[in-house]
């Protein structure tokens, strides 16, 4: 099927004869590329091809008058508003918020030729209707309100009188001012014929200035566009054409370019997949095999209609593609340095007195882009992240940082030496910093890494330029606020024949292509169409009353280019995610539903419901036997001593046992911003142990504990920065942690006040270390079991083992009813290791019988919780004799035994 582009090249044989005499006018660059394209291949002589010109190219040479940046835009913008707004004034920081609203407001305006003073008039009654009859109680918020409705006119006024006094423009001023010089343009012009080729939706400033060359018989016009949806009175994709064959006389009833391209047969396949990332998998396996079927890759065009998969689409597009054009920039905001440079912002607006919020830090010194940069500098990433890890600071200073191992030179240039510098000297910084980061990445021969440092730096010598400029943006905040809006429009332009290879792009830039095999993603609601977003100043009825366009013109520019782009497709493969929610789109599009009921198409499409394969799990034990390897390691750590801790994980989860005993494979760093309930517990035994320590071997009195009364607040916040906060400042939620810990401390201090008074303690020991080997007949290796008791004590003539707990402990985790159940799952393990430390201390000082508990911070009422042992009636249950000693004995050796098992397996689950 011949393309659109042909076609009119067809209809229009003076491109070739006359060159000179004509010019052809397009929707966008990118379809002007491909126009030239077709005029080399078919030119039969040498010539110098006709002007070719995008629609705003075309408008501007008739304007005359050079368009503004965005954010140059806004700048002007912001001085207008301090001119003609308002008595009372936003700052520059909150104007940014929705000086890019009005900003679109007044390009629309412009465009659709609205009579501003009439609509900004009538938007300011609206306001003030909503408010009648309150005059006298308006409160100082209404009334500054109303006030910002009145001005818009004076603003927009001056605005644009300050812009075209200097021959600068928005670009709605462009097409408005056009609209009054295509008299003397067409004069200038005489000899000139314009091909106007592919519009569609055409806002009123363009369509005056069309109907005007038409007018003057100086111009064509040609359609791309099927007739059905044209002669179809209810289908969005021809709302614009039959809106124009009814107001355009000069059209005389007919559009040029149109055909019955949907009769024509055709594949369709409704493609439906879960999530993104399945799109670009399977768009990737399609390609391959469309290639290897035979299909031209130069025929073959990938189009996006969300430009955010454009990173994993890339990555799934095969080798055998060869060349890829991509049509889109890749943008900036998605790079890795984006997220140094808003980090290092981040750092800057939440330093404090103390230093930098040691989290974002650490996610600084985690960025891939530092890491090759300090490893350059002679700097190990890893070993620094640990430092501060260790400290475990909340916040960290520039001193601790550069104590932490980072050199002075290095920290100075990572982050200012000033932690609250000026707008002005932060970009200074950012600059040198980009410039030491291209040494690096030049060294190592990163060549996308410097394109995007080199972008990043053209973006703060921007800002730098508009600061010395304006003089609005002054502190930190400010800057950030303006460097976020630069770098929404920044993106590293992808290099190529932009003629060969396989085509990848987004919506608008498919516009006049043709293409024999088109893959469509993301055809989802909200994405394509985009949906209802509103973010406007004016109300749509007041909108609808302007003939300014609404959602609705906005679904149907939509509905014409997915039409547009499938009417003369072979094969075409649309695909949507099942899976949809709110950051990829909503249900399947209604172009889905569409196509399946059009009684022209549906004969065509093809459903197919794909899913990722999930590898098959073999159904079966999982097991790790112990092989001679592990048999060995298991004995270096019985040689070492296994802990009742680790006894009781070996019980309850020997999968952990095998990768925190065995491998040492050990949880992640991290920092901790509120203390976690480890450290709660250790801060508690350090300080406790440090309050006893003195009366080791004494008999408690009250004094005694009194004494340590005095002393407790004092020894938690000691252990508390010792193992916590360090030297840093205690605030927030870890001030209330600590408060928490010092109620530990009285409330139990409190308890052992009574405790003491109704019974005579002797203190023989804390913390007390004690290693002795445990005997497994029929090994020929030594096995030691080892532990810390938390407190030994003596009351009234019975030893007692004390075990500290932070947490809760319930009364049936403590009650024994026989000896296997200690070593049958987890629910016994707090006895299971009161009685280990029984074992210890029973074997190591030989006494006849003694007691276990454990005491609870949790709850400390219940005072001490004491092992009972259940197995048999008349006895005292919390008494643990000689005879329980052995018997538990006997217990630990066949755990030991089956551990050591050489035909036994240290893991089996089902």
């Known amino acids: 099927m011949q393309s659109f582009l042909d076609s009119v090249l067809d209809e229009i044989p003076e491109w070739e004869s006359s060159s000179d005499t004509v010019v052809f006018i397009v929707p966008s660059k990118r379809s002007g590329f491909f126009l030239r394209q077709k005029m080399a291949a078919r030119a039969s002589r040498t010539l110098i091809a006709p002007r070719v010109l995008s629609i705003e190219e075309f408008v501007a040479d008739i304007a005359g008058l050079s368009l503004l940046s965005s954010t140059d835009l806004l700048f002007r913008l912001y001085q207008s508003y301090l001119d003609a707004g308002p008595e009372e004034k936003e700052g520059f920081n909150d104007f940014i918020g929705w000086g890019n609203t009005l900003l679109q407001d007044f390009n629309e ?220 920039g890749y943008p900036i905001s998605g790079s890795s340095f984006a997220q140094v440079f808003q980090t290092i912002f ?20 985690a960025e891939p882009d530092i890491i090759l940069w300090l490893k350059g500098e002679g700097v190990r990433p890893e070993q620094l992240r640990n430092q501060l890890l260790n400290a475990n600071f909340s916040y960290t200073s520039p001193d601790q940082l550069i104590e932490a191992g980072l050199p002075s030179a290095v920290a100075n240039m990572l982050l200012p030496e000033n932690p609250k510098p000026k707008a002005a000297n932060i970009i200074q910084h950012f600059l040198e910093l980009i410039e030491a980061l291209k040494e690096s990445f030049s060294e190592k021969g990163e060549s996308l890494g410097l394109a995007y440092l080199h972008r990043f730096f053209k973006l703060f010598t921007r800002l730098d330029s508009l600061l010395r400029t304006y003089g609005f943006v002054t502190d930190l905040k400010g800057l950030h606020n303006l460097y976020k809006e630069l770098l929404a429009e920044q993106q590293v332009d992808f290099e190529g024949e932009p003629l060969k290879g396989l085509q990848l792009m987004g919506m608008l830039e498919s516009r006049n292509l043709d293409f024999d095999t088109v893959i469509l993603t993301s055809v989802n609601e909200g994405i394509l169409p985009a949906g209802k977003s509103h973010a406007s100043f004016i109300p749509y009825a007041l909108k609808k009353q302007y003939e300014m366009p609404t959602f609705k013109e906005k679904d149907a520019v939509y509905t014409y280019h997915f039409y547009r782009l499938l009417q003369r497709a072979k094969k075409i493969y649309i695909c949507y995610n099942t899976e949809p929610e709110v950051l990829e789109g909503s249900e399947p599009s209604r172009f889905i539903q569409q196509l399946r009921t059009d009684p022209l198409l549906s004969p065509y499409v093809r459903e197919h419901a794909i899913a990722p ?174 532990g810390t008791v938390d407190r030994i004590e003596e009351v009234d003539g019975q030893i007692h083992i004390i075990d500290y707990k932070s947490g809760a402990v319930t009364s ?99």
């Not at 040029?256 to 439906?272: A, D, F, K």
């Not at 019980?651 to 203390?675: C, G, H, K, W």
Request: proline share 5%; charged share 20%; glycine share 6%.
């Open 346 to 365: 981040e750092l800057l607006l939440e330093y404090r007195p103390s230093g930098y919020r040691t989290s974002k830090l650490l996610n600084l010194l």
């Open 812 to 910: 049936s985790q403590l009650r024994v009813p026989s000896w296997e159940e200690l070593i049958n799952g987890d629910k016994r393990a707090k006895a299971f290791q009161l009685l280990c430390y029984s074992w210890l201390y029973a074997r190591h000082s030989e006494c006849d019988s003694l007691q276990a508990a454990n005491i609870s911070f949790k709850n400390l009422s219940m005072g001490r919780q004491w092992v009972r042992l259940a197995m048999e009636k008349g006895r005292d249950p919390q008494r643990i004799s000689q005879s329980d000693v052995i018997a538990f004995e006997a217990v630990l050796q066949a755990l030991l035994r089956a551990l050591f098992d050489p035909e036994g397996a240290l893991v089996a689950q089902p």
């Open 613 to 786: 394969q999930a590898p098959r799990i073999q159904e079966g034990k999982f097991s790790i036997p112990n092989s001679p390897a592990l048999l060995e390691r298991l004995k270096e750590l019985g040689e070492r001593g296994f802990s009742p801790t680790a006894l009781s994980r070996l019980i309850a989860e020997p999968m952990v046992f095998y990768t925190r005993n065995v491998l040492e494979i050990q949880e992640s760093d991290t920092l901790e911003s509120t203390i976690a309930h480890n450290t709660f517990g250790t801060v508690l035994h350090e300080a406790l142990e440090q309050l006893y320590r003195p009366y080791v071997g004494d008999l408690l009195q009250s004094q005694h504990i009194s004494d340590m009364q005095t002393k407790a607040a004092g020894a938690i916040e000691t252990a508390y920065q010792k193992h916590y906060l360090s030297h840093s400042r205690i605030e927030g939620r870890n001030l209330i942690a600590l408060e928490v810990l010092k109620q530990y401390a009285r409330l139990f201090l409190q308890a052992e006040m009574t405790y003491i008074k109704n019974h005579r303690v002797r203190l023989l020991a804390v913390e007390e270390k004690i290693k002795l080997p445990f005997p497994i007949p029929n090994l020929d290796f030594p096995v030691f079991l080892k």
């Open 109 to 328: 305006i412009d465009r659709y030729l609205v009579p501003a003073e009439s609509l900004f008039e009538t938007l300011a009654a609206l306001n003030e209707i909503r408010h009648w009859g309150e005059a006298d109680s308006l409160t100082p918020l209404i009334q500054r309100q109303l006030e910002f409705w009145k001005h818009f006119w004076p603003i927009y006024e001056h605005f644009r009188a300050s812009l075209l006094s200097e021959g600068l423009a928005y670009s709605g001023i462009l097409f408005r001012e056009a609209t009054k010089k295509v008299p003397a343009y067409l004069e200038e012009y005489q000899q000139q014929q314009f091909v106007f080729l592919g519009f569609n939706a055409m806002n009123a400033a363009e369509q005056f200035i069309v109907r005007e060359f038409l007018s003057a018989g100086r111009a064509k016009i040609f359609w791309d566009a099927d007739r059905s949806f044209i002669e179809d009175p209810i289908h969005d994709a021809g709302l614009f054409m039959r809106q124009h064959l009814k107001q355009w006389p000069e059209l005389q009833g007919a559009l040029q370019g149109t055909g019955n391209y949907w009769e024509s047969p055709r594949e369709i396949h409704l493609v439906g997949l879960p999530k993104a990332v399945s799109q670009a998998k399977y768009c990737g396996a399609l390609i391959q095999d469309l290639l290897q079927s035979g299909t031209p890759v130069d025929r073959l065009a990938v189009v996006l209609a969300d430009e955010g998969l454009l990173q994993p689409m890339l990555h799934s597009i095969p080798a055998s593609a060869g060349a890829v054009n991509i049509t889109m």
